[in-house]
């Protein structure tokens, strides 16, 4: 944001099951939590147009459940927190996920 006191909307994430919860931004990439749609990561680098997913800036969607948790095989990502390269996800039913994301290639990135 450049001007604090003048914010403007340049992308968005549309979720297609409920809400998003806790987001972090770590370098060219914006990570988070989508409740029933599990981990989301988005490459936010260069000129932002709009919707994240229709410009094919999703690198990665990691379903998090387990048949033991709490609610078997069923998501509820609370959030994510970003250290040293790997993102902790922690889900309210099936507790804490790892995951190393590699660098994706700016060539991937659609137009």
């Known amino acids: 944001m450049s001007d604090i006191t003048k914010p ?13 919860h806790n987001v972090w931004a770590a370098g060219d990439t914006l990570y988070m939590g989508a409740y029933n749609a599990g981990f989301r990561a988005f490459d936010i680098s ?48 099936t507790g804490l996920f790892i995951v190393r994301m590699e660098p994706r290639p700016a060539s991937s990135l659609v137009p």
């Open 8 to 20: 403007k909307s340049v992308a968005w994430y549309e979720p297609e099951y409920g809400g998003v």
């Open 46 to 93: 260069g000129e932002l147009k709009g919707d994240l997913r229709a410009q094919g800036r999703e690198m990665a969607h990691v379903q998090v459940f387990a048949p033991d948790g709490n609610v078997p095989n069923s998501t509820m990502t609370w959030g994510v927190v970003v250290k040293n390269g790997l993102a902790y996800i922690n889900d309210i039913r």
